[in-house]
């Protein structure tokens, strides 16, 4: 009792020392005011003309970003260029090379007159408290905020962490998962992408594929609108308001801001520069269309998963999907269907053909949530007759993806890396290139009707993480998308998931009746036989033979865990699959 007692005093000492009094708040404001900022003014210092698409009265100009060094580089143009206005929201910024770029030129941004504001989930970015506190003095036109600092702190330490989960799980659990930059209410950037070296072709160990749509027009003003909901929102602070960075800001050390740039950011940027790579963009990657709709989650999304469901970014995608008539195309880097979800997809029309594109086990490090994937995989193949696809780490042909591949060979050689906190170690085997993981969020709808997202197909994107992204109702945008998705699902670049032949009967109808009660079971997954299998296709044509003889003469199949050489990982992932489905919800 006596430990009980002691445990319930230093939790309860705990959460007393998290927040700051209002007192406390204003003193603080009032110091980071009166600073006279670290960054001199450059009012002489003038924008660079945009070379991007005037901004229409009516329809909207899009460019489609599918490389990470594209996406970077639009990223500058859009800094350079701004007149007024930047925000930024993401759920990761981190400061790798690519994070004191674009930091630094927010900053430059900044200190010519442009308001700039960034906001980020506080769990996974810039958790340097000496770094906030620099960018807190730094200069009147730049501002960061943080969405739900975790114990009102900037940087969370392993042991706050565990603490968190036990005094307040759900506030640790719910966290901002929205991408969004916005420019001069005439620009608006959203997508899959957060800010860190692996989305923009950067990281020697892992690289992402994700697709960004840039948006010029009218929607621009919306998507800033949602940006000002969470930046207005009393659930995000100012790093001042944290207690780390109080502590600091309070101290006799002056801060120091030192952001570097890199030999291969320099040579990035000469490439950027010279404009060819927009030149490209616009040539082949640009469309006109009619109206763009945005739509996100609202800040105060109940940290228990309890939301209206004709008010969320959820409730968005289902109604689009809900129209199909001929085919539903889906890319997402992780399945775990939601149970309305699975009746959303079974109330469709039964000619409607449905497309899930997603990551191997050996293509993504989320593991647990792959584990938990593979318990509904008969259900989708079998009772939903979904074609479905995953990733191969290493594909045939990277430099469809990723340009800069062989110059990421070299920097391996070299020795250049980029870790990011919590990376578990890679499964598969060592390559001299990275290995390269899908993460776009994409829905095809007839193709007529695309959205892009930042919202994953996962619980954890239904009912807990606050998203964004935009539907476009426009053929030759979604043939853009589709062929994108196509070209990661082929069969050089994916395995396909197909059920195995059927045993011998009785011997079947056990086995099929056995499985399904134990797939559906809330925590234990007793029946050892799965009924799918991955197979590498010779050539696309062979999907045409599914279901037949000839489809398993011709197609070889892999196993369960294609190119997964790691037992460990194998081993855990069977073990999550089978032990651990009370995690779904959370997933």
């Not at 260029?81 to 030129?105: H, M, P, V």
């Not at 990281?203 to 998507?223: C, H, K, N, Q, Y």
């Not at 593991?367 to 994937?373: D, L, R």
């Not at 559906?520 to 590498?536: A, C, H, N, T």
Request: proline letters at 7%; glycine letters at 4%.
């Amino acid at each position: 009792m006596a430990i009980r007692v002691l445990l319930l005093f230093l939790l309860v000492a705990l959460l007393g020392a998290c927040a700051l009094g209002p007192s406390q708040r204003a003193v603080v404001d009032r110091m980071v005011l009166e600073h006279p900022g670290l960054l001199a003014d450059q009012r002489e210092s003038e924008p660079i003309v945009s070379r991007l698409p005037e901004p229409k009265a009516a329809g909207h100009q899009l460019i489609m970003l599918e490389r990470g060094d594209d996406a970077l580089a639009m990223r500058l143009e859009l800094i350079r260029s701004a007149r007024s206005s930047i925000e930024i929201q993401n759920y990761i910024f981190l400061l790798d090379d690519s994070g004191q770029l674009l930091l630094d030129e927010l900053l430059a941004a900044a200190r010519r007159g442009v308001r700039v504001r960034l906001l980020v989930d506080s769990l996974f970015s810039l958790p340097d408290p000496a770094l906030l506190t620099a960018l807190e003095l730094a200069h009147p036109n730049f501002e960061v905020r943080l969405y739900r600092p975790v114990l009102e702190r900037a940087k969370l330490s392993d042991a706050g962490f565990f603490a968190a989960v036990f005094c307040c799980f759900f506030e640790l659990n719910q966290r901002m998962h929205n991408k969004l930059m916005t420019v001069d209410d005439r620009h608006g950037l959203v997508g899959g992408r957060n800010h860190s070296a692996r989305y923009f072709d950067l990281d020697t160990r892992m690289v992402f594929v994700d697709l960004e749509v840039l948006v010029s027009g009218p929607i621009a003003g919306r998507m800033r609108q949602g940006f000002d909901e969470f930046w207005d929102d009393g659930r995000v602070l100012p790093p001042r308001h944290t207690r780390d960075v109080y502590r600091l800001l309070h101290s006799a050390h002056e801060p120091l801001l030192a952001l570097e740039r890199s030999e291969r950011i320099q040579r990035l940027l000469e490439q950027f520069d010279s404009g060819a790579w927009l030149d490209r963009l616009l040539a082949e990657n640009h469309f006109e269309v009619g109206e763009v709709e945005y739509f996100n989650d609202l800040p105060d999304t109940r940290p228990d998963g309890v939301r209206a469901p004709e008010d969320d970014s959820t409730a968005w995608i289902h109604a689009v999907i809900a129209g199909a008539e001929r085919q539903v195309v889906i890319q997402t880097p992780y399945v775990v269907l939601t149970r309305r979800f699975e009746r959303l997809l079974r109330d469709l029309p039964p000619e409607v053909e449905i497309v899930i594109s997603s990551n191997s086990l050996a293509s993504t490090d989320a593991f647990p949530v792959y584990a938990i994937s593979r318990q509904q995989r008969a259900r989708l193949l079998a009772g939903l007759g979904v074609r479905f696809f995953e990733a191969k780490p290493f594909p045939a042909q990277p430099e469809t993806f990723i340009p800069r591949y062989p110059e990421l060979i070299a920097e391996r050689a070299a020795g250049l890396t980029t870790p990011m906190r919590g990376d578990p170690r890679p499964a598969t085997r060592e390559m001299p290139g990275p290995r390269i993981s899908q993460h776009a969020k994409l829905v095809v709808v007839d193709g007529t009707t695309s959205i892009v997202t930042s919202h994953n197909l996962d619980p954890r994107s239904e009912f807990y993480n606050t998203e964004n992204g935009i539907v476009v109702r426009d053929a030759n945008f979604s043939a853009a998308l589709l062929e994108f998705i196509a070209a990661v699902s082929a069969p050089e670049s994916s395995w396909v998931s197909v059920m195995q032949p059927p045993l011998a009967q009785p011997f079947d109808a056990i086995d099929r009746s056995l499985a399904r009660i134990s797939r559906r079971l809330p925590i234990f997954d007793l029946w050892p036989r799965y009924r799918f299998e991955q197979f590498r296709l010779p050539d696309q044509d062979t999907l045409e033979l599914i279901e037949t003889p000839e489809f398993f003469e011709q197609a070889e199949a892999v196993g369960l865990a294609p190119e997964v050489v790691a037992w460990q990982r194998r081993w855990i992932t069977a073990w999550v699959s089978r032990m651990m489905g009370f995690i779904k919800p959370i997933l």
